[in-house]
């Protein structure tokens, strides 16, 4: 069936950036999707990113589809103390409404 | 606009036990979803409603029941909690079902 698979960790000094991956095995995604939880939150969306598109760049974040390889990731430029979340990638198959969730990585942050 | 509200946000139950959690939304929006959230796993959808009036099987919907009561409400009952079922709740809600969706902050359920 459809998986989509990430890291639980990542750990990141304040300042670098961060990169966050997502493997995902359906080739059929319309849509795949960034969320963000703070403790104690519900989720909230970051960004998205169309399948037939290979990048977007928004402020700080950077989303790059790889769809060869069934790749996504999300990169967060100067990675600061409010960026401590767990991140959720996600992606929506063409044959249905639902969305495939992964784990989620929880993002640390070293001072 | 208050968004996604859920009540209540914490509730411990014994095994056999009955309770709904309630989730109301403000943004028009026709479509809502319930979902669970366990640790290392991602978000699994047990029911959702595309519209009022309809509801339909998510992933995971044995144990659970679902109401849409109005455009505003969904929601979502367990008739006899069972240990499996402790959990986060998490309600949310789309404009229509292609779409973006919002989160309520969650429901903690324990079930003892």
């Known amino acids: 069936g459809e998986d989509v698979e990430q890291s639980l960790f990542l750990s990141v000094r304040e300042g670098d950036s961060s990169v966050i991956n997502c493997t995902y095995t359906?080739?059929?995604?319309?849509?795949l999707y960034w969320y963000k939880q703070e403790p104690g939150a519900g989720l909230q969306l970051l960004t998205y990113i169309f399948s037939n598109m290979d990048m977007k760049q928004d402020q700080r974040l950077t989303v790059l589809l790889n769809k060869k390889d069934k790749h996504l990731s999300l990169r967060i430029a100067d990675t600061q103390t409010g960026d401590s979340a767990i991140y959720f990638c996600?992606?929506?198959?063409?044959?249905?409404?639902?969305?495939?969730w992964g784990a989620g990585t929880k993002l640390i942050i070293k001072p | 606009n208050a968004g996604v509200t859920q009540t209540p946000k914490f509730q411990v139950l014994k095994t056999g036990q009955s309770m709904t959690l309630q989730c109301a939304q403000d943004m028009n929006h026709n479509s809502m979803y319930w979902y669970r959230q366990d640790p290392g796993m991602g978000l699994r959808l047990i029911y959702y409603?595309?519209?009022?009036?309809?509801?339909d099987k998510g992933e995971v919907p044995n144990g659970y029941n679902v109401s849409r009561l109005n455009k505003r409400e969904f929601s979502l009952r367990l008739e006899s909690a069972a240990p499996s079922q402790t959990s986060v709740y998490f309600c949310?809600?789309?404009?229509?079902?292609?779409?973006?969706?919002?989160f309520g902050p969650g429901t903690r359920l324990t079930v003892l």
């Open positions: 996600a992606e929506k198959l063409d044959s249905n409404y639902q969305l495939i």
């Open positions: 949310a809600s789309s404009e229509v079902l292609e779409d973006e969706q919002f």
């Open positions: 409603s595309a519209s009022e009036g309809t509801t």
């Open positions: 359906d080739s059929s995604s319309t849509y």
